[in-house]
């Protein structure tokens, strides 16, 4: 049983548009969301974050929403750009971290 | 800055080898992770460590083992490999627990034939 679920496996947007990735959780009892980024032959990095007691927090093109009464969040990038490409998780933290699968975003030039 | 680091990158092993997935950090981090990603699952949780001598089973800890004798070290064992374990392995460190910043090395890629 996923707790943590991003529905869409990939993603492709148009290099200056905007990125909306997607992620549903089940648990309740999470007060912390993340987004990690990550490339290939790397390890993921820490993107941006959000407490449960926020709605939205931004980091200059990053912009994450958080809508409790749905159990849903949301990353925005906007502009997307090239080197935006690569694996984003979602991440809910209880005791320890849950992971939903990934959303692999491709910005096209 | 070296971060966390893990060793070896790549491993193929045979059905019944074993061998131990290395993995230090520099930060004088208190927490230490093992994660585990298989395509399209995202990663799983296999074993945990709150400090030198303390370790905890995570989601998915069948198979392996780990150790903590320092606060720098966290080597993960597998024994006995089956093609199960074929995956990519990721070892993580963070400052605090709770708020899920986590810092991760570049990955084990095992192969278990």
């Known amino acids: 049983d996923q707790q943590v679920k991003q529905n869409s496996p990939s993603l492709s947007v148009q290099e200056g548009r905007i990125s909306i990735l997607n992620c549903d959780y089940t648990n309740s009892m999470f007060d912390y969301f993340l987004w990690y980024k990550k490339y290939p032959a790397e390890g993921p990095t820490f993107l941006i974050s959000i407490s449960s007691i926020k709605d939205k927090n931004e980091d200059g093109r990053f912009t994450v929403f958080l809508n409790k009464s749905a159990k849903h969040l949301s990353l925005h990038i906007v502009p997307s750009q090239p080197g935006d490409s690569a694996v984003y998780f979602c991440?809910?933290?209880?005791?320890?971290?849950?992971f939903g699968g990934g959303t692999r975003l491709m910005v096209k030039p | 800055n070296a971060g966390v680091t893990q060793t070896p990158k790549f491993r193929i092993l045979k059905i019944g080898q074993s061998m131990t997935l290395q993995c230090t950090q520099d930060m004088n981090h208190n927490y230490m992770y093992w994660y585990r990603q298989d395509p399209g699952m995202g990663l799983k949780l296999i074993y945990y460590?709150?400090?030198?001598?303390?370790?905890d089973k995570g989601e998915v800890p069948n198979g392996y083992n780990v150790s903590r004798s320092t606060t720098e070290d966290f080597p993960l064992r597998l024994e006995l490999a089956a093609p199960s374990q074929t995956s990519v392995y990721f070892c993580?460190?963070?400052?605090?627990?709770?708020?899920?910043?986590?810092?991760f090395g570049e990955g084990s890629r095992l192969t278990v034939l």
């Open positions: 991440a809910a933290a209880g005791n320890m971290l849950t």
């Open positions: 460590s709150v400090g030198a001598g303390i370790t």
């Open positions: 993580a460190s963070s400052p605090t627990i709770g708020t899920g910043e986590l810092f």
